[in-house]
């Protein structure tokens, strides 16, 4: 059983690149470790989150006798993750923590894709068009 942190790739419309949110999650993880801290930082939280799904399988097994496929009962759990990750960017807790580089120069500058107008009030590090903190995923497998 493997828990593993990704994002959805997407393309993102407004550079003709060919720039996907996979890109950008790998220059992020790369040069910041976004997820990597993200996990570090709510490790516990995460774990009580499998756990809880674990014990629903239990739980179920126990009164039914039916085995519920993991991967799928533990959906619930990947959802609060996933939601937890975009309230991590959202609250700027890397910025709180003392990560070299964070806030990010563009954050700091306001600066954004999604508008005309290229710059405005400083905003989170990590969330320029929002397409990345929106495509984040996380999802258990077998491991294999």
Known sequence: MKLHLGVIDIPYDHTDKGTTTGDVAEILE?????????????????????A????GVLETLMMTGKVQDLEVALQGACSKIDERFK???????????????VPTK??????????????????P????????QASFKSWVDDGR
């Open 125 to 132: 590090s990590f969330i320029d068009t929002g397409l990345y």
């Open 52 to 55: 809880s799904g674990v014990e």
């Open 106 to 123: 563009a954050a700091l500058a306001g600066k954004t894709s999604r508008k005309k107008r290229k710059k405005g009030s400083p905003r």
């Open 87 to 101: 309230d991590f960017l959202s609250n700027k807790e890397m910025e709180s923590i003392g990560v070299p580089g």
């Open 30 to 50: 790369a040069k910041y470790h976004p997820m990597e801290i993200f996990y570090a930082l709510h490790q516990q939280r995460i774990a009580d989150d499998v």
